[in-house]
């Protein structure tokens, strides 16, 4: 039968090395020691002033350790078999930093002491060597039950679980077989007691509770009850047995059979007598358990934690910077389209700006010649009002150019604008200027050619509105019996000659007037038409200038966030596949883990509670 579980011991303690915890080797090879044993160690721990001394006198009917009001017991006490009675106070050197525990067998040095020194031994009053490290009393006594393997460990009393013993220590319950623990029957169990039976229970199986002093008190009968249940609602599967060692010891030192009955004893002996009969077989099927249950949860632990980070890991790591690099790819996308509308929209209003602008500078321009040639005559004005023209087409051509430089600067920005994101320098390294030869490149303006009044033509007109004068009067004359030139017609011929003159020239002016403005306008719309395509021209080469400039940009980031989105999206399958695999060894190790656990499981017929292997979620 020990073969089963001794098999699963050495199948666990192959996992621990497997995973590479020495620590819980260590632990499970001293379980596997103390399992081969044949002694039992029982464990006597509980509160101060329970009676786990006297529990312990009682059991073996000696009055081995010492017994009193207050913390009597200092030192751990091991009460053990031997043929005379000896009492020596042992203590291990002190640990050594660095050594492992347990990684060498520690020499304990023993220090005897005389039988009517124990309650100093114990109290730790005399064998303990100072700076030594812990030390405790061994009682050895010629006593049938010791004889029989059983060891009794008296502890101090503690109501903390810190206060039990350290796992090196032979206090430690893990060294234990049997924990017993004492709570006397002057009051229920406490929640101190409650937690400490918990936290034993999770790494020992075989715990009882001993509810001592049954003697004081009237009703124990009531007490136990309420004990029962407390432990049934803590869920501590913890047998519960009521004793008074005070009986016990009168029934001893009166053979009185029946009052040791009453005292309760023979029900814990047996359990005793049981647990040493059945230690290679129950006890340590449920040591191994518990073990494989402890070594499983520690192993597992590790692994769960590491899934766990793995799952949060996949949306943090690669995986969200391939995420972020397929954004890049979309937005420089977004970008490309947005930058390239700017453009071609920017470009169409400031064409049709720059039009109406310049329409409407001549259009002053042109009103203002109306103006001026209503009134004034082309043949004097003409040349300074060629100046005043011409440098006011210049100042309009300039002036227009000029915006458009502003307005190709600022689309400049616009555009690049789009580019923000990607936080650098990115305006094309050139800028537009005002070219110096704006006034050579306006047309020429011609003197148009006016009709001039000359002195011939004025003679003639004058001769011709006379000539009509005189007639007309010569002949009214002729009837009045006046020769037909008389001085009258000719008078009148005069005077008629002198107004055609007039007339005449106020006509020419006129028309000299409506050729100059007609050529004026002429002008004007050539010079709008020249300027318009110069301007065209110069924004449609903007226009290209900047197509090129932020096209190439374009594709220098496009190259980059493509590289990166590349690298993102191997680094991201690499990892993928890591992970995967790192998941499936971690999935493995945990499917060996719960074969291992299943088959200490099924070492005792009894299941202890699921062991939680896959994450929580
Ligand atoms: N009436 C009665 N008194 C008991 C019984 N057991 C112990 N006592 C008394 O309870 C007191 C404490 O007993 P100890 O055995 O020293 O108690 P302990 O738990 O070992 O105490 P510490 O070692 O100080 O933690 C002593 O006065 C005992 O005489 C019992 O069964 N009946
Ligand atoms: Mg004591």
Redesign the pocket.
Known sequence: MAGIWLDVLDEIARTCAAHGRGDLLQTVRQKRAQLLDPTLRVLVI?E????????IN?IINAPA?????????VLPTVVQHAEAPTVSVAQAPPPAPGRATGAAPVTVERTPVALNQVAAGVAGLVGRRPGGGPAYVEIGLPRALLGAGVVLV?T??TDEVAGIGAAASVAAPARADTVLL?SDSTRELSVAELNMLLHIMRSHPNVVVVQ?????VADWRTVADRNRQHLAEAGVPATLIP?????RLRAAAADDRALNAESGFPALIARLQRDLAGKADHLARAAVQTVARTVVEQLAAPLRAELATQEAEEQSGPISRLHAAQREVDELRRCSTRWQNTLTDEITDLLADLEYDLRDRTRQILRAVDEAFDTADPLVAWDTFQDWLERSLVEAAEANHEWLIQRCDWIARRVAANFDRYGYDVLPPWSMTMPEDIGERLPELQRPTVDRFTTGQKLFTGMKGSYGGMLMFGLATTLAGMPMINPVSVGIGALFGGKSIRDESKQLLRRRQATVKTAIQRHVDDFFVRIIRDCRDAARQVQRMLRDHFTGLTEELQEAIVQSFRSAKQEADTDASLREQRQREIRLKMTRLAAVYEQAQQLTGARSAPLLLEPQP
């Open positions: 509980g101060p002033n329970q009676g786990k001394s006297q529990l009682a350790c010492p017994v009193g009001d207050g913390r009597t017991t008296d101090p009393g004492v001592s002093k049954t003697d004081l004793v008074s060692a005070a009986l």
